[in-house]
Protein backbone atom coordinates (compact mmCIF):
# COMPACT_ATOMS: atom_id res chain seq x y z
CA UNK A 1 0.00 0.00 0.00
CA UNK A 2 1.58 3.66 -1.08
CA UNK A 3 0.82 6.06 0.60
CA UNK A 4 1.20 9.40 -1.27
CA UNK A 5 1.31 12.86 0.27
CA UNK A 6 -0.63 16.16 -0.85
CA UNK A 7 2.76 17.57 -2.40
CA UNK A 8 3.37 13.72 -4.37
CA UNK A 9 6.16 12.36 -2.40
CA UNK A 10 5.54 8.86 -1.72
CA UNK A 11 5.91 7.45 2.17
CA UNK A 12 9.05 7.65 3.45
CA UNK A 13 8.62 4.07 4.70
CA UNK A 14 7.69 2.81 0.81
CA UNK A 15 11.29 4.30 -0.20
CA UNK A 16 12.82 2.65 3.11
CA UNK A 17 11.44 -1.21 2.06
CA UNK A 18 12.79 -0.61 -1.52
CA UNK A 19 16.59 0.15 -0.39
CA UNK A 20 15.75 -2.54 2.24
CA UNK A 21 14.96 -5.02 -0.95
CA UNK A 22 17.86 -3.51 -2.88
CA UNK A 23 20.35 -4.10 -0.48
CA UNK A 24 19.06 -7.42 0.80
CA UNK A 25 19.12 -8.84 -3.28
CA UNK A 26 22.78 -7.47 -3.72
CA UNK A 27 24.32 -8.89 -0.46
CA UNK A 28 22.17 -12.38 -2.09
CA UNK A 29 24.04 -12.04 -5.48
CA UNK A 30 27.24 -10.69 -3.92
CA UNK A 31 27.27 -14.07 -1.72
CA UNK A 32 26.63 -16.51 -4.19
CA UNK A 33 29.19 -14.76 -6.66
CA UNK A 34 31.57 -15.19 -3.65
CA UNK A 35 30.81 -19.13 -3.83
CA UNK A 36 31.28 -18.87 -7.34
CA UNK A 37 34.75 -17.84 -7.37
CA UNK A 38 35.67 -19.89 -4.65
CA UNK A 39 34.79 -23.07 -6.00
CA UNK A 40 36.46 -22.26 -9.45
CA UNK A 41 39.13 -21.60 -7.52
CA UNK A 42 39.45 -24.47 -5.38
CA UNK A 43 38.50 -26.88 -8.47
CA UNK A 44 41.70 -24.99 -10.45
CA UNK A 45 44.19 -25.88 -7.48
CA UNK A 46 42.91 -29.10 -7.25
CA UNK A 47 43.28 -29.79 -10.87
CA UNK A 48 46.75 -28.35 -10.93
CA UNK A 49 48.01 -29.95 -8.41
CA UNK A 50 46.94 -33.52 -9.06
CA UNK A 51 44.12 -33.86 -6.50
CA UNK A 52 45.36 -36.17 -3.95
CA UNK A 53 44.36 -35.73 0.30
CA UNK A 54 44.57 -31.74 -0.47
CA UNK A 55 41.89 -31.91 -2.85
CA UNK A 56 40.02 -34.27 0.19
CA UNK A 57 41.24 -31.78 2.83
CA UNK A 58 40.40 -28.51 0.82
CA UNK A 59 36.79 -29.35 -0.11
CA UNK A 60 35.81 -30.47 3.59
CA UNK A 61 37.25 -27.58 5.29
CA UNK A 62 36.71 -24.76 2.66
CA UNK A 63 33.87 -25.51 0.24
CA UNK A 64 31.35 -26.99 2.63
CA UNK A 65 31.36 -24.05 5.12
CA UNK A 66 31.17 -21.84 2.75
CA UNK A 67 27.82 -23.54 0.86
CA UNK A 68 26.57 -23.81 4.45
CA UNK A 69 26.78 -19.68 5.19
CA UNK A 70 25.68 -19.17 1.47
CA UNK A 71 22.53 -21.55 2.35
CA UNK A 72 22.11 -19.73 5.46
CA UNK A 73 21.89 -15.80 3.55
CA UNK A 74 19.57 -17.21 0.75
CA UNK A 75 17.39 -18.81 3.18
CA UNK A 76 17.04 -15.59 5.04
CA UNK A 77 16.18 -13.86 1.64
CA UNK A 78 13.62 -15.85 0.12
CA UNK A 79 11.82 -16.78 3.52
CA UNK A 80 11.74 -12.55 3.75
CA UNK A 81 10.28 -12.88 0.45
CA UNK A 82 7.52 -15.42 0.99
CA UNK A 83 6.66 -14.14 4.35
CA UNK A 84 5.34 -11.15 2.20
Do not use: C, H
Amino acid sequence: MTTTFATGIAAVSDDIAQQRETMRSGLGVLVVGLVAVMAILLVSFIWANGGGDDAKLLVTGVFTPLIGIAGTVLGFYFGKQAGD
